[in-house]
């Protein structure tokens, strides 16, 4: 085979704040990385998070890791394993400090400590008084993390493709997984990147909905190549809806709003946020308020000429304050829309932002698969980190300001893991040809143009003929949209299922008329289009099966959480479209677990 | 709207070469990068462009808009006189179409060590950092990378492998200028010669063509005015 092939002991495909995190561990303890990355690693996705990330330092408010984890427990609706979650935020505030030693310019107190806010979701006490745990570097905290980890990366010579696009994993037949087959998109060059251990870094897959706060690159790539090689994906029916995007257009606007002093107001002007969450107002969980939006709209009491959107007001802020803790947002609202908010409310509407599921992972981060007596296991060398992974750390629902944590605790996490198995596991194994033939092929498909090799006589291939990448996409988006939104009944829901099947099937017909070598964009988007359809899949069918209320997934029919049949995460199989479940690690690893309890704000 | 945007794909074209397209019925508020996509989509797949978070944040979609740098994102077609004239980020090796070699650009800002330094034993907790302190890094912490300083700066056409060009010292002076920081001497003593910082004219094309309104012209006068006075 003339394809290039280069030897690491470890790849890490995706260079966000996990991957990063991860490289840069496993860099400083001498090990050969690889980042794998489709785009220059500061374009990744973790650069545009805003708000910032919690650790119960107590800079600000009395605080403490435990109480931090009884708000994550509580805010995933009981569907987060409580290991994990103990795991994240006892683990939190050393992270934090160690990021701020690799130079992230946090924004400080008159004591010169980190400066931390108040996020939703945050109490003291397990439930008392409202906790300030959210460290940030003024309303860009994603930006100041990803190119502080990037710089430490430099520094420490991680070894970097950048803009190579990996294409499927590379395994054998026991289903280890050995590398991945890439290409360089600069020149459309293939190269096996083998490989002792894996990490998936890739993100989420926000580009599933018409509407959302995620970069065009958030196509789940990761996640699908996962599905692909045999393993299921966890939990991926609860899809986080951020209260706060600019009605219409999509762009985040951040929790630390609401957390700085601004809140939410319906066409009456009145701050509804009080009716839904009397105890908390504006800083209930993420869900709570987005569906609160959601019924303002829906009974009439929504905004502008066609009442199709709230308000954020923060005009009632010290101008200082919005100059000095959301410079970001405000130039977002300057831009986007031509409106200061230091002088006038914004537009606001629940947006498609955040992938709660993913690839089943443990604390370490290791890729955990169901074995056939019941129980789970390790897949050996294979791990996962961020929002592509699924710890379950944020469960149904997760809370603002964790994401940002959970990307460097398991990114170290796996590094520290990866770092244990290489000392036990000093060789490369044979790759087998059929792997790369197989990942071949579905390149092949995109670079020949479909249509060439597919029999002439297809019954649609007329129809299908006039199908492009761009238009499936668009479809996509708006059948996610509107079969699998805030709101879900059975009905629509099997209906979404059909419409998603219907276009994955003419997908295979589609062509791309563009089949150069050179920075092909047309054929990477038709890749991506390839790994989003099967998560549109995971998604809707997960939804579909998930009869009752919990986090966001707002089931109409089932309106209660219904804990004796569901406190149990989704596995769904690309096979099929088979769906099994597995208990939740409701035991954490030291301390007593918080059993289920109704959810109030 | 019309448009005419620089088209060269190095397989196919002998040369580069600009390419006419219209945009029917234009959304209102839409910005640039919406309409390349909608031409992208609807006219002509093989028009490539990098492009991201659609939010100016992340830095891809660099390009020369009507003869300025600019992100494409950020700007809305309604301020932009037609036909709109498209080119790659001029002074660095074009690709194809609008993406360009971006190697000695980042080169450059590798080589001004942009990680923080610190030689004492690391404490603890955080190192502490006054609000004060802190707010000298305001303006220069936020840059993205999107090269449109640099390509817009004379000195580094002419010198893209010898002067650091200003994206890559603002970073320097970002570090110089953090209190945390502990290696001004080494960098100031890397900066020094005649063009690694000195080819710097102050004619200020990068401040007015920063997206995110930095200006490196002011960082450079400040490692200048620093290195001035390590020397006295």
Not at chain 1, 34 to 43: D, G, L, Q, W, Y
Request: a negative charge.
């Amino acid at each position: 085979m003339n394809i290039a092939q280069r030897k690491f002991d470890t790849l890490v495909i995706g260079a966000g704040g996990a991957g990063l995190r991860a490289a840069l561990q496993l860099s400083q303890a001498e090990a050969t990385v690889a980042v794998v990355s489709k785009v220059f690693p500061t374009r990744s996705h973790t650069v545009a998070a805003q708000g910032g990330m919690n650790a119960a330092l107590g800079n600000v408010t009395d605080d403490n890791w435990h109480w931090h984890m009884y708000d994550t427990v509580k805010g995933s609706d009981y569907l987060g394993d409580q290991d994990a979650i103990e795991y994240m935020c006892r683990a939190a505030p050393k992270t934090v400090v160690e990021l701020e030693h690799f130079g992230v310019p946090f924004s400080r107190l008159e004591n010169g400590s980190i400066y931390q806010r108040p996020f939703g979701g945050q109490s003291q006490n397990f439930g008392g008084e409202q906790a300030a745990r959210t460290c940030a570097a003024a309303d860009r905290t994603g930006h100041a993390m990803l190119h502080t980890l990037y710089q430490q990366n430099i520094n420490a010579k991680t070894h970097f493709f950048d803009e190579f696009f990996a294409v499927d994993l590379l395994k054998n037949k026991r289903g280890d997984i050995l590398g991945v087959l890439a290409f360089d998109i600069e020149s459309g060059e293939k190269i096996i990147i083998e490989a002792k251990t894996t990490l998936i870094a890739t993100g989420g897959a926000g580009q599933l909905f018409r509407t959302n706060t995620n970069a065009s690159i958030n196509t789940g790539d990761g996640l699908a190549m996962a599905l692909r090689a045999g393993i299921p994906l966890q939990d991926m029916e609860f899809f986080q809806f951020h209260p706060t995007g600019v009605a219409g257009k999509g762009m985040l606007i951040t929790e630390g709003v609401r957390g700085e002093g601004g809140y939410l107001i319906n066409a009456e002007g009145e701050r509804f946020m009080e009716r839904y969450a009397p105890h908390v107002k504006d800083l209930a969980s993420r869900d709570v308020v987005s569906r609160a939006i959601a019924i303002e709209i829906r009974e009439g009491r929504g905004c502008g000429p066609n009442k199709d959107y709230v308000l954020l007001k923060m005009d009632h802020l010290d101008a200082e304050v919005i100059k000095k803790r959301l410079p970001g947002i405000r130039d977002t609202c300057m831009t986007f829309l031509g409106i200061d908010p230091i002088d006038q409310p914004v537009p606001v509407f629940p947006t498609a932002h955040y992938t709660m599921g993913g690839i089943p992972t443990n604390k370490n981060a290791q890729v955990v698969v169901p074995v056939g007596t019941g129980g789970e296991e390790a897949i050996p060398g294979l791990y996962a980190a961020g929002e592509c992974a699924c710890a379950s750390v944020h469960g149904a629902n997760r809370l603002g300001g964790n994401s940002l944590l959970d990307i460097v605790v398991f990114g170290r996490a796996a590094g520290k893991h990866i770092i244990d198995y290489l000392k036990s596991h000093r060789r490369h194994q044979a790759l087998p040809d059929e792997s790369i033939e197989q990942a071949l092929q579905r390149l092949a498909h995109w670079e020949t143009g479909a249509l060439e090799h597919e029999s002439s006589d297809h019954e649609n291939s007329d129809h299908a003929k006039n199908v492009s990448v761009a238009q499936l996409k668009n479809r996509l988006q708006q059948v996610m949209e509107e079969y699998c939104g805030v709101f879900r009944t059975e009905d629509v829901l099997a209906e979404g299922v059909k419409a998603v099947q219907d276009i994955k099937d003419q997908l295979e017909y589609a062509h791309i008329s563009d089949h150069s070598s050179i920075f092909n964009t047309a054929r990477i988007e038709a890749l991506e289009l390839e790994n989003l359809v099967e998560l549109g899949l995971a998604t809707v069918t997960s939804a579909l099966a998930r009869q009752e209320s919990r986090g966001a997934h707002s089931r109409v029919d089932y309106q209660q959480r219904d804990d004796e049949r569901w406190m149990k995460h989704s596995l769904y199989y690309l096979q099929d479209n088979r769906l099994c479940y597995k208990p939740v690690r409701t035991k954490p690893m030291t301390v007593d677990t918080f059993p289920p309890k109704e959810r109030v704000y | 709207m019309r448009f005419s945007i620089y088209r060269y794909n190095p397989e196919t074209d002998p040369r580069p070469y600009m390419q006419e397209y219209t945009l029917v019925d234009p959304a209102p508020g839409m910005m640039l990068r919406d309409a390349l996509l909608r031409i992208k989509n609807e006219q002509d797949e093989s028009l490539s462009f990098r492009h991201s978070c659609g939010e100016g944040v992340c830095g891809s979609d660099g390009m020369n808009i009507n003869g300025k740098n600019g992100l494409a994102c950020v700007t809305p077609i309604s301020e932009l006189t037609q036909p709109v004239i498209i080119r790659p980020l001029p002074g660095l090796p074009v690709i194809r179409d609008l993406v360009i070699d971006m190697s000695q650009f980042f080169t450059q800002y590798r080589a001004v060590k942009p990680w923080l330094i610190v030689k004492d034993p690391i404490p603890e907790v955080e190192f502490k950092q006054s609000p004060e302190e802190r707010d000298k890094l305001d303006g220069l912490y936020e840059c993205i990378l999107c090269a449109c300083c640099s390509t817009s700066c004379p000195s580094f056409w002419w010198n893209p492998d010898k002067f650091r060009g200003p994206a890559a010292l603002l970073q320097a002076w970002r570090f110089l200028a953090d209190s945390r920081d502990q290696a001004t001497e080494e960098r100031l003593q890397a900066l020094d010669g005649p063009y690694k910082l000195f080819r710097c004219h102050s004619i200020m094309s990068c401040v007015d063509a920063c997206p995110k309104h930095l200006n490196p012209t002011k960082a450079i006068g400040n490692i200048k005015k620093l290195m001035l006075k390590s020397m006295l």
